[in-house]
């Protein structure tokens, strides 16, 4: 499934992420997602969200830096080897992962992983 992922640029500064958290929070957004990219001097965090307009307009209005990007959220089997045998069919299909994590949603037969992957492939069909 396609779903619009939030991206925000973090300074390297104690409490940002929190502030960031807090906005959302006291906006009623609901964090569904959060993978935090880094480097020395800026990270991203990168976010899915029950509210994507909602979320987009409190952090914009915050002065926070935004983009929206398209990623896919991926069902994947909770047994040993489960990743891997996705993994092996992405790659037999010559798709190249830019990067991936994880989420959770209270089942127990899969787990969920997010991929952002070239605009117009659809995962779904790749693991079928």
């Known amino acids: 499934m396609t779903v619009k992922q939030i991206s925000v640029f973090l300074e390297n500064r104690y409490g940002q992420l929190h502030e960031i958290?807090?906005?959302?929070?006291?906006?009623?957004v609901d964090l569904k997602?959060?993978?935090i990219a880094e480097t020395?001097?800026?990270?991203?965090?990168?976010?899915?969200v029950d509210d994507v307009a909602k979320a987009t307009d409190e952090l914009i209005g915050?002065?926070?830096?935004?983009?929206?990007?398209?990623?896919q959220v991926i069902g994947v089997p909770n047994v040993p080897g489960g990743l891997n045998e996705v993994l092996g069919k992405i790659a037999a299909a010559n798709i190249?992962?830019?990067y991936m994590y994880s989420t959770v949603d209270g089942?127990?037969?899969?787990?969920?992983l997010v991929f952002k992957v070239d605009d117009g492939i659809n995962l779904e069909e790749v693991i079928k």
């Not at 958290?21 to 009623?28: V, Y």
């Not at 020395?40 to 899915?48: F, N, Q, T």
């Not at 089942?107 to 969920?112: C, G, I, L, M």
Request: glycine letters at 8%; hydrophobic letters at 45%.
């Open 96 to 98: 190249d992962i830019e």
């Open 107 to 112: 089942k127990d037969d899969e787990a969920k």
């Open 40 to 48: 020395k001097d800026y990270g991203i965090a990168r976010i899915l």
């Open 62 to 71: 915050a002065g926070c830096v935004v983009s929206v990007n398209p990623v």
């Open 33 to 35: 997602a959060l993978n």
């Open 21 to 28: 958290t807090d906005l959302l929070a006291k906006a009623g």
